[in-house]
C-alpha cells in the first residue's frame, strides 16, 4: 500500500529568535550611523586642518580676506594688508631661516621644527666644521682614499669620485635662505615634510604667483677682490655710505647671485609648466663675509623680467628669465680694473643687461650720490603709484637697468620676442665670459671672449664691454659689427664672428671613464657650460684656465666635469678633460648651516641608465672662483635638486689631480 507524503510543516521562529534578529539589524544601523558620523567628523578637521595650513603660511582663504573697510583703513601699505587677518602670526615673526628684513620680532621656532632637525645644534658649530690645510693632510683616516680607477684604468663610480673631491675641502656650507624673501614667500618649517601642501603652494592664487613658495638654488659668488675698480667695490661693500663704517665694509667678500624661483624640486616640487599661477624666478642678491655667511640686512631679490619688460610679463604665463648671473667687466679703455656689472639671464636662451649694485642701510627710491655711466632711476625698493608690491623684496641692495633698452631702429621686428633678441647673448644658455692680456701684454685693455661651449663643440667668440655710458641702448654693442643668424625665431647669432676651438683630431681623452653601459641624453647635449673660469699653474709656468662643464644620463642624472684650456688666443684650445663625477649634496654633520635646512632628506639618487649613485639626481655647478683667504683653494658652489644651494672650498691641487690622474703632465702633448 502507497503511502502519501505529508507536507513539511512550517514552523514558525520562536518569539525570541524574532526579537533578536530584530535588534541585529537595529546594531548594523547604529554602527553605520556611527560610521558616517566619524567620516563627517574627520572631514571637518581635515578641512580645519588644510584651513590652519593655510593661514600659518599667510595664506589667505575667503574667512582670512579682510573686508573693504578694513583694506581702507590702513593707508594702502602693503605688508599691513598682507598681514591682517590672518588666524596666526606667522608673517610678522621670523622664521629659522629668514632674519627679519621684513619683521620685527622673534618667535620660539622650536614646536614648529620636524623631527629630524636637530635644535641641539649651535652656529658656532661652523668653527668646528671648518679645517686647515694641515688638518685635511693629518686627519686623513676618515677622508675618502684615491679612487683605485684612477690607477687601474677601470671605470670610474660617478660618487666614489665625487666624494673623493670633497675630501680636499676646507670646509662645505649649506648656504642660508636670503632675508630680503618674506615669510609669505616661504614653506612654513611645519609643513616642510608635507608633499601635498608644498605642491599647492605653486598653484595657489592669486594668478599673477605672488603667494606661491619661492626657493633659492644655482648660486653663483662674484669676489670682491682687487680686480675691481674702488668705486665699485665702495658701492658693493657700503663703503661709500657716511653710516657704514670701514670695518662692516670689510667684511664684504663675494656678492652672492643666484635664483629665487616658485619652480623648485623641493619636497612636493613641481616643475611641469601649465599651472594657473604665473612662473616667477627673481634675481637673488646677498653680500657674504670671509666664511660665506650672508651679512645680516644686506640683500635684494627682484624680478628682472617684470622691471624691465612689464609688458612681456604681464602678456606671458612663462619666465623669460630663470637663470642669473652677475659679470665683472672693464668697460674704460685704459682702466685696468673692472668697473661695469652686466647681469645675464636664461632660459633656453640668454640676454645681457648693464646692471648697478650698491648696499643701502634701507628701502629707499633716491639714487642721491650714486655716480656712474648709468644715470637711470633705480629699481623702487618703495612700491610706487601703480607698481606691484612683489617685484621687489629686501631692504640692503639697490639696483637699476638703462631706462631706454629698446633700440631706435627697430627695424628687425617689434613684439615681446623680438625686444628679448635685441639683447641676446646668443640662442642657448651656460655661457661664459673670461678675459685675456691684449696682445702687447700691457694690461690696460685685455681682450674679453664669451665661452659658447666648453668642448667637443667649443667655441668662443670676441665681445665688447667697454662703452662712455649705459643711459640708452645704442651706447652699447655686445658684438661690434655683429648679425643674427636667426634673429626672428631664437636670437641666435652668426657664427661667422665666432672662432671654433677644437683640434683636428679632436680633443684630449677623459682623465678616467664612466661606468660601463652609461647612455646620455643626447636632447640636452653633451659638455654644456656650467661654471668658468678660474686660473691655475700647472708648474714649470704653463698656466690654464679651469672651468666646469655638465652632462646629464638617461634618467636625467646630472654629471660634471673639470677641464683646462690655453690661454693664447684665438683658439684658446682644451688640453685636459677630467672624466664624469657627481657632487654631493647636504651633510648633515660636515655642513655649515646644515641647522638651517628643515626639509626632510631627498632620497632621490643619482639614475645613469638605471644605474643609481649615492649623490642627488641634479646637482648644477654654477659658480667656480678663487677663495679669498687662500688662493691655493677654489669656491665650488652649485644647486641642488633645484632645492637649495651649497658649496665647497677645495684645494686646487686636487682638481689638477682630476686633469692629470697619473700625475705624468698629460696635457703637454696637447698644448700646442
Given at each position: 500500500?502507497?503511502?502519501?507524503?505529508?507536507?513539511?510543516?512550517?514552523?514558525?521562529?520562536?518569539?525570541?529568535?524574532?526579537?533578536?534578529s530584530?535588534?541585529?539589524?537595529?546594531?548594523?544601523?547604529?554602527?553605520?550611523?556611527?560610521?558616517?558620523?566619524?567620516?563627517?567628523?574627520?572631514?571637518?578637521?581635515?578641512?580645519?586642518?588644510?584651513?590652519?595650513?593655510?593661514?600659518?603660511?599667510?595664506?589667505?582663504?575667503?574667512?582670512?580676506?579682510p573686508?573693504q573697510?578694513?583694506?581702507?583703513?590702513?593707508?594702502?601699505?602693503?605688508?599691513?594688508?598682507?598681514?591682517?587677518?590672518?588666524?596666526?602670526?606667522f608673517?610678522s615673526k621670523?622664521s629659522?631661516?629668514?632674519?627679519?628684513?621684513?619683521?620685527?620680532?622673534?618667535?620660539?621656532?622650536?614646536?614648529?621644527?620636524?623631527?629630524?632637525?636637530?635644535?641641539?645644534k649651535?652656529?658656532?658649530?661652523?668653527r668646528?666644521?671648518?679645517?686647515?690645510?694641515?688638518?685635511?693632510?693629518?686627519?686623513?683616516?676618515?677622508?675618502?682614499?684615491?679612487?683605485?680607477?684612477?690607477?687601474?684604468g677601470?671605470?670610474?663610480?660617478?660618487?666614489?669620485?665625487?666624494?673623493?673631491?670633497?675630501?680636499?675641502?676646507?670646509?662645505?656650507?649649506?648656504?642660508?635662505?636670503?632675508?630680503?624673501?618674506?615669510?609669505?614667500?616661504?614653506?612654513?618649517?611645519?609643513?616642510?615634510?608635507?608633499?601635498?601642501?608644498?605642491?599647492?603652494?605653486?598653484?595657489?592664487?592669486p594668478?599673477?604667483?605672488?603667494?606661491?613658495?619661492?626657493?633659492?638654488?644655482?648660486?653663483?659668488?662674484?669676489?670682491?677682490?682687487?680686480?675691481?675698480?674702488?668705486?665699485?667695490?665702495?658701492?658693493?661693500?657700503?663703503?661709500?655710505?657716511?653710516?657704514?663704517?670701514?670695518?662692516?665694509?670689510?667684511?664684504?667678500?663675494?656678492?652672492?647671485?643666484?635664483?629665487?624661483?616658485?619652480?623648485?624640486?623641493?619636497?612636493?616640487?613641481?616643475?611641469?609648466?601649465?599651472?594657473?599661477t604665473?612662473?616667477?624666478?627673481?634675481?637673488?642678491?646677498?653680500?657674504?663675509?670671509?666664511?660665506?655667511?650672508?651679512?645680516?640686512?644686506?640683500?635684494?631679490?627682484?624680478?628682472?623680467?617684470?622691471?624691465?619688460?612689464?609688458?612681456?610679463?604681464?602678456?606671458?604665463?612663462?619666465?623669460?628669465?630663470?637663470?642669473?648671473?652677475?659679470?665683472?667687466?672693464r668697460?674704460?679703455?685704459g682702466n685696468?680694473?673692472?668697473?661695469?656689472?652686466?647681469?645675464?639671464?636664461?632660459?633656453?636662451?640668454?640676454?645681457?643687461?648693464?646692471?648697478?649694485?650698491?648696499?643701502?642701510?634701507?628701502?629707499?627710491?633716491d639714487?642721491?650720490?650714486w655716480?656712474?655711466?648709468?644715470?637711470?632711476?633705480?629699481?623702487?625698493?618703495?612700491?610706487?603709484?601703480?607698481?606691484?608690491?612683489?617685484?621687489?623684496?629686501?631692504?640692503?641692495?639697490?639696483?637699476?637697468?638703462m631706462?631706454?633698452?629698446?633700440?631706435?631702429?627697430?627695424?628687425?621686428?617689434?613684439?615681446?620676442?623680438?625686444?628679448?633678441?635685441?639683447?641676446?647673448?646668443?640662442?642657448?644658455?651656460?655661457?661664459?665670459?673670461f678675459?685675456?692680456?691684449?696682445?702687447?701684454?700691457?694690461?690696460?685693455?685685455?681682450?674679453?671672449?664669451?665661452?659658447?661651449?666648453?668642448?667637443?663643440?667649443?667655441?668662443?667668440?670676441k665681445?665688447?664691454?667697454?662703452?662712455?655710458?649705459?643711459i640708452?641702448?645704442?651706447?652699447?654693442?655686445?658684438?661690434?659689427?655683429?648679425?643674427?643668424?636667426?634673429?626672428?625665431?631664437?636670437?641666435?647669432?652668426?657664427?661667422?664672428?665666432?672662432?671654433?676651438?677644437q683640434y683636428k683630431?679632436?680633443?684630449?681623452?677623459?682623465?678616467?671613464?664612466?661606468?660601463?653601459?652609461?647612455?646620455?641624453?643626447?636632447?640636452?647635449?653633451?659638455?654644456?657650460?656650467?661654471?668658468c673660469?678660474v686660473?691655475?699653474?700647472?708648474g714649470?709656468?704653463?698656466?690654464?684656465?679651469?672651468?666646469?662643464?655638465?652632462?646629464?644620463?638617461?634618467?636625467?642624472?646630472?654629471?660634471?666635469?673639470?677641464?683646462?684650456?690655453?690661454?693664447?688666443?684665438?683658439?684658446f684650445?682644451?688640453?685636459?678633460?677630467?672624466?664624469?663625477?657627481c657632487?654631493?649634496?647636504?651633510?648633515?654633520?660636515?655642513?655649515?648651516?646644515?641647522?638651517?635646512?628643515?626639509?626632510?632628506?631627498?632620497?632621490?639618487?643619482l639614475?645613469?641608465?638605471?644605474?643609481?649613485y649615492?649623490?642627488?639626481?641634479?646637482?648644477f655647478?654654477?659658480g667656480?672662483?678663487?677663495?679669498?683667504?687662500?688662493?691655493?683653494?677654489?669656491?665650488?658652489?652649485?644647486?641642488?635638486?633645484?632645492?637649495?644651494?651649497?658649496?665647497?672650498?677645495?684645494s686646487?691641487?686636487?682638481?689638477?689631480?682630476?686633469?692629470?690622474?697619473?700625475?705624468?703632465?698629460?696635457?703637454?702633448?696637447?698644448n700646442?
Amino acid at each position: 500500500m502507497q503511502h502519501q507524503r505529508r507536507p513539511k510543516r512550517i514552523i514558525a521562529p520562536p518569539r525570541d529568535a524574532q526579537k533578536r534578529s530584530r535588534c541585529n539589524l537595529w546594531n548594523f544601523f547604529k554602527a553605520f550611523a556611527l560610521v558616517l558620523l566619524l567620516i563627517y567628523f574627520c572631514f571637518v578637521s581635515a578641512l580645519l586642518r588644510s584651513k590652519h595650513a593655510l593661514d600659518l603660511a599667510g595664506i589667505q582663504t575667503p574667512a582670512s580676506v579682510p573686508s573693504q573697510k578694513e583694506l581702507s583703513s590702513k593707508e594702502n601699505n602693503p605688508q599691513d594688508l598682507l598681514i591682517l587677518g590672518l588666524e596666526r602670526e606667522f608673517l610678522s615673526k621670523k622664521s629659522p631661516v629668514d632674519h627679519g628684513s621684513n619683521d620685527n620680532s622673534d618667535i620660539n621656532i622650536d614646536d614648529a621644527l620636524p623631527k629630524y632637525v636637530d635644535k641641539e645644534k649651535d652656529s658656532d658649530s661652523a668653527r668646528t666644521k671648518k679645517r686647515s690645510a694641515e688638518q685635511i693632510t693629518e686627519e686623513d683616516t676618515d677622508m675618502p682614499r684615491r679612487p683605485s680607477c684612477f690607477d687601474h684604468g677601470t671605470p670610474c663610480k660617478f660618487d666614489e669620485v665625487g666624494k673623493y673631491l670633497e675630501g680636499a675641502a676646507l670646509f662645505t656650507i649649506m648656504h642660508k635662505q636670503s632675508d630680503a624673501i618674506p615669510n609669505h614667500r616661504r614653506i612654513p618649517p611645519s609643513m616642510a615634510s608635507n608633499a601635498t601642501y608644498i605642491a599647492s603652494r605653486r598653484s595657489l592664487g592669486p594668478a599673477n604667483g605672488s603667494m606661491t613658495a619661492l626657493f633659492e638654488y644655482n648660486p653663483t659668488l662674484l669676489p670682491l677682490n682687487s680686480e675691481l675698480d674702488e668705486k665699485l667695490l665702495d658701492y658693493l661693500t657700503g663703503r661709500y655710505h657716511p653710516d657704514i663704517t670701514d670695518e662692516e665694509a670689510n667684511k664684504v667678500k663675494y656678492l652672492s647671485i643666484s635664483r629665487a624661483a616658485n619652480l623648485h624640486g623641493c619636497t612636493g616640487g613641481n616643475r611641469k609648466n601649465g599651472q594657473p599661477t604665473k612662473e616667477q624666478s627673481y634675481l637673488n642678491l646677498v653680500l657674504l663675509d670671509a666664511d660665506l655667511q650672508p651679512i645680516p640686512d644686506a640683500s635684494g631679490a627682484l624680478l628682472p623680467f617684470y622691471i624691465l619688460f612689464p609688458k612681456c610679463y604681464e602678456a606671458e604665463t612663462l619666465s623669460a628669465f630663470q637663470d642669473y648671473q652677475i659679470i665683472a667687466a672693464r668697460s674704460t679703455k685704459g682702466n685696468r680694473k673692472k668697473d661695469q656689472l652686466f647681469m645675464t639671464a636664461s632660459d633656453r636662451k640668454t640676454s645681457i643687461f648693464p646692471i648697478d649694485i650698491r648696499r643701502v642701510l634701507g628701502p629707499t627710491n633716491d639714487a642721491e650720490g650714486w655716480n656712474t655711466k648709468m644715470k637711470s632711476k633705480p629699481v623702487p625698493m618703495i612700491p610706487e603709484e601703480g607698481d606691484s608690491p612683489d617685484f621687489f623684496y629686501g631692504k640692503g641692495l639697490q639696483v637699476r637697468f638703462m631706462d631706454d633698452i629698446a633700440p631706435k631702429n627697430r627695424s628687425l621686428g617689434t613684439g615681446c620676442k623680438y625686444d628679448l633678441n635685441y639683447h641676446s647673448m646668443d640662442w642657448k644658455k651656460n655661457y661664459h665670459v673670461f678675459d685675456v692680456p691684449d696682445v702687447h701684454g700691457s694690461g690696460e685693455n685685455p681682450t674679453t671672449y664669451i665661452e659658447l661651449r666648453p668642448h667637443w663643440t667649443r667655441m668662443t667668440r670676441k665681445i665688447n664691454f667697454y662703452a662712455d655710458q649705459f643711459i640708452k641702448y645704442e651706447d652699447w654693442e655686445l658684438v661690434p659689427n655683429g648679425t643674427f643668424a636667426n634673429f626672428w625665431n631664437d636670437g641666435r647669432r652668426s657664427e661667422t664672428d665666432a672662432q671654433a676651438n677644437q683640434y683636428k683630431g679632436g680633443e684630449p681623452p677623459e682623465q678616467f671613464s664612466p661606468p660601463k653601459n652609461t647612455d646620455w641624453d643626447a636632447s640636452v647635449g653633451f659638455g654644456r657650460g656650467t661654471a668658468c673660469c678660474v686660473d691655475f699653474d700647472f708648474g714649470n709656468n704653463e698656466n690654464f684656465k679651469v672651468g666646469i662643464s655638465h652632462s646629464t644620463t638617461e634618467g636625467r642624472g646630472y654629471v660634471s666635469r673639470f677641464y683646462a684650456f690655453d690661454l693664447r688666443a684665438p683658439k684658446f684650445l682644451v688640453v685636459a678633460t677630467s672624466g664624469p663625477f657627481c657632487f654631493g649634496g647636504l651633510n648633515n654633520d660636515t655642513d655649515i648651516n646644515s641647522e638651517t635646512h628643515y626639509f626632510p632628506p631627498q632620497k632621490s639618487k643619482l639614475n645613469a641608465t638605471y644605474a643609481f649613485y649615492d649623490c642627488p639626481s641634479v646637482t648644477f655647478a654654477s659658480g667656480i672662483t678663487e677663495y679669498h683667504a687662500d688662493k691655493n683653494y677654489v669656491v665650488i658652489s652649485y644647486g641642488v635638486n633645484d632645492c637649495y644651494s651649497r658649496s665647497i672650498v677645495v684645494s686646487k691641487e686636487r682638481i689638477i689631480e682630476f686633469l692629470d690622474v697619473n700625475r705624468t703632465e698629460s696635457w703637454k702633448p696637447w698644448n700646442w
